[in-house]
């Protein structure tokens, strides 16, 4: 596997990053709760070649390289690039073993520093709305692309279509403080349709296409969910220093705002979000 250093990301982003153990429990938890079946739906709007050159930009632990491995051929390339080397790390350490190991990098989604017109497909899942620079983001997608190559990538719907989460992060707000709140509402982009669509194609992307995917995720209690949502993210640095006191009643009032979600199973939270595909043009 390759290293490659390229610089960091803006302050923005920077605010998203998640330590090393953080990086563990994003892995452990969110991964097969959420970024698993989210990317193989991901993967199949891609539609990758057996032997395509696959790039997952913003890849966190990897695991839309790991899906990608799993559907392609054992030859065929894959490249994963995040910011964080913490998570980084992580992808290194669960990575399968295949005939061409993926390669994982430390860089920059809007200064990739990779070589143009490389890959066949770029996947990005639920990265794009923290990007300070989208433009400039998906710019360099398309330029890392071969002509005719496609992009895959998903952005959570904002939470006036993910009401669970607004309960979620108003419950925050009442017991862990604002900045939680405001975390918690950060991977959900005030993006339209139509707004998704122009900034494809404003980044000269060609035949752009946005649906939306309604998905669901569930946790055994609604306990369970606000420790695994909370570990697992760069909301732990304002839920961990919570007394018990003040922590079982974010836990109780997120319960009572989700009383509609709960069931037998535990809870259950409606998702939409937005998946897009488009090509970069033969002569683009």
């Known amino acids: 596997m390759t290293t490659q250093n390229i610089p960091q990301q803006s302050p923005s ?36 070649a057996p032997d395509a050159r696959v790039l997952d930009v913003a890849c966190g632990t990897g695991v839309m390289a790991r ?46 520093g990779l070589p143009g017109a490389d890959f066949d497909t770029v996947l990005c899942q639920q990265a794009l709305q923290f990007f300070d620079d989208r433009h400039a983001a998906l710019s360099e997608m398309r330029r890392v692309l071969v002509p005719g190559g496609r992009v895959a990538l998903s952005v959570l719907r904002p939470l006036s279509h993910n009401a669970a989460y607004r309960h979620f992060a108003d419950a925050l707000d009442h017991h862990a403080g604002p900045d939680a709140g ?30 939306i995917a309604v998905t669901s995720v569930r946790y055994p209690s609604v306990a369970e969910m606000v420790r695994q949502e909370t570990v697992s993210s ?25 009383a509609d979600q709960l069931d037998d199973d535990g809870v259950v939270l409606p998702v939409q979000t937005y998946l897009a595909t488009a090509e970069r043009p033969a002569l683009g």
């Open 182 to 211: 405001a975390m918690m509402r950060s991977p959900f982009a005030n993006l339209a349709v139509d707004d998704l669509r122009d900034l494809m194609r404003g980044a000269g992307f060609a035949r752009v296409a946005v649906r």
């Open 234 to 258: 760069p909301l732990a640095a304002h839920v961990d220093g919570l007394g018990d006191v003040t922590r079982a009643a974010l836990i109780e009032e997120t319960g009572h705002l989700l």
């Open 67 to 112: 899906i990608a491995a799993e559907r392609l051929n054992a030859d065929a390339e894959i490249t994963g690039v995040d910011v964080n080397p913490d998570m980084i790390a992580v992808a290194r350490a669960v990575a399968p073993e295949r005939a061409e190991p993926i390669t994982f990098v430390v860089g920059d989604a809007c200064s990739l």
């Open 13 to 48: 982003w920077q605010g998203w990053q998640l330590t090393d153990s953080t990086a563990q429990a994003y892995e452990r938890f969110l991964v097969p709760a959420i970024f698993a079946p989210w990317g193989r739906e991901l993967l199949r709007s891609a539609d990758p």
